[in-house]
C-alpha cells in the first residue's frame, strides 16, 4: 500500500486540477502573444482597437470567462470521460512519494 495511486474523488480532483494548470498555462500563453504581436505589428488602428478593448468594456471579461468555461471543459473531459471510455489507463492523479 505504500507510494500507490489509489482511485477516488481526491484523485480525480487532483487530475482536473493538473490538466486546468496545463491547459490554462497554455491558452493564457497564447492570448498574450497575439495581443503582443498585435500591438507590435499592428497598424496604429488596430494598436487603438487592441488598447481599447484591453483595458475597458465587456469584451475583456468575456474572452476571460470563456477562456475559463473553456479550460474547465477541456479539463473535466479526461478524467471523467475519458476514463471511462479507457479505464485500463488507470486513475489521473499522480503518485507521490
Known sequence: MRN????????TLQGILVECGDVASSLWSFVIA????????????MKAWVSEKGTSGKARWILCI????????????????????????????????
Do not use: K
Open 4 to 11: 500507490a495511486v489509489l482511485p477516488g474523488p481526491s484523485c
Open 34 to 45: 497575439a495581443h503582443t504581436f498585435i500591438l507590435l505589428a499592428g497598424g496604429p488602428r
Open 66 to 97: 470563456g477562456i475559463w468555461l473553456s479550460v474547465v471543459f477541456l479539463a473535466v473531459i479526461g478524467p471523467l470521460l475519458i476514463r471511462r471510455l479507457y479505464p485500463e489507463n488507470g486513475p489521473f492523479c499522480i503518485s507521490v512519494l
